[in-house]
């Protein structure tokens, strides 16, 4: 996979899994822009690379959106490649999390994407095409007691991925749009879970025990499934859900449990 003169624009790219594509990306000929609300960590990353530069952007914020696409039009000519990463996730069951909790989950994930989708579109028509992937969750197609908020979120993501993948495919826009379905991934995110565990060590083998293949993935192993759904080698797939999961979703509901 090359992208020599691709123009890509990563949301929460400051770290975890978008910092592993932004990276990925730049070492593959891409200019990139981190999208994300955190300058500092925005900008400790651009510098290792010279083709990365930072734009502020809170995807909730729909004048954001319009700033940074225009910005990325006049800089760079186009916008090929959208990566939507960003995102928050605090666990919580339906007793415990509150309507304002909701509401942050499904701000960030489902406006978040509605809105990147609606303007990735309309830039990336003009220039004749180009690649949506939003990194989803296997907790949007199985989530577990403790995501009420956020796999809803992430389940509204994913049907924003199909319609706009059938929208682009009737209108002929060449635009293609996936979304890619982690499992446990050592994120700083998930570190700060285990830091905080009374038994960091038992807790990890208890996430790394969900999968089939029995361990966590790595940041770069869903990063290079993210760049495959963005290449031209995924030229024939939109509107598809790809998981990066070790196994979860193939696995049996437990008895009693699940359809």
């Known amino acids: 996979m090359t992208f020599e003169?691709?123009?890509?624009?990563v949301t929460?790219?400051?770290?975890g899994i978008g910092a592993g594509i932004v990276e990925r990306l730049s070492k593959k000929g891409a200019k990139v822009y981190i999208g994300d609300i955190n300058e500092d960590k925005s900008l400790t990353?651009?510098?290792?690379f010279k083709n990365v530069e930072f734009l502020s952007l809170d995807v909730c914020e729909e004048s954001q959106w319009q700033a940074a696409i225009e910005t990325i039009e006049r800089k760079s000519g186009q916008l090929d490649i959208l990566i939507q990463s960003a995102g928050i996730s605090r666990p919580?069951?339906?007793e415990?999390?509150?309507l304002d909790e909701w509401?942050?989950?499904m701000r960030v994930h489902g406006e978040g994407a509605f809105l990147g989708c609606k303007y990735a579109v309309a830039s990336m028509k003009k220039s004749g095409g180009g690649a949506i992937v939003n990194i989803s969750s296997v907790e949007s197609i199985r989530?577990?007691?403790?995501?009420t908020c956020y796999g809803a979120a992430k389940a509204a993501q994913d049907a924003v991925?199909?319609?706009v993948a059938l929208h682009c495919g009737e209108m002929g826009y060449n635009i293609r749009c996936n979304s890619l379905h982690p499992a446990a991934t050592y994120t700083p995110l998930l570190e700060q879970y285990l830091a905080s565990a009374e038994d960091p060590e038992a807790l990890e083998k208890v996430y790394a025990g969900m999968q089939p293949l029995n361990r966590i993935a790595t940041v770069d192993e869903v990063a290079r499934c993210c760049l495959f759904l963005a290449s031209e080698d995924a030229s024939f797939i939109t509107g598809h859900q790809m998981y990066v999961d070790g196994g979860v979703l193939a696995k049996p509901y437990p008895s009693g449990q699940g359809a």
């Open 96 to 98: 415990e999390v509150d």
């Open 143 to 147: 989530p577990g007691p403790l995501f």
């Open 161 to 163: 991925t199909k319609t």
């Open 92 to 94: 919580g069951s339906i």
């Open 103 to 105: 509401r942050d989950h």
């Open 45 to 48: 990353l651009a510098r290792l």
């Open 12 to 15: 929460g790219g400051a770290e």
């Open 5 to 9: 003169h691709k123009v890509a624009l």
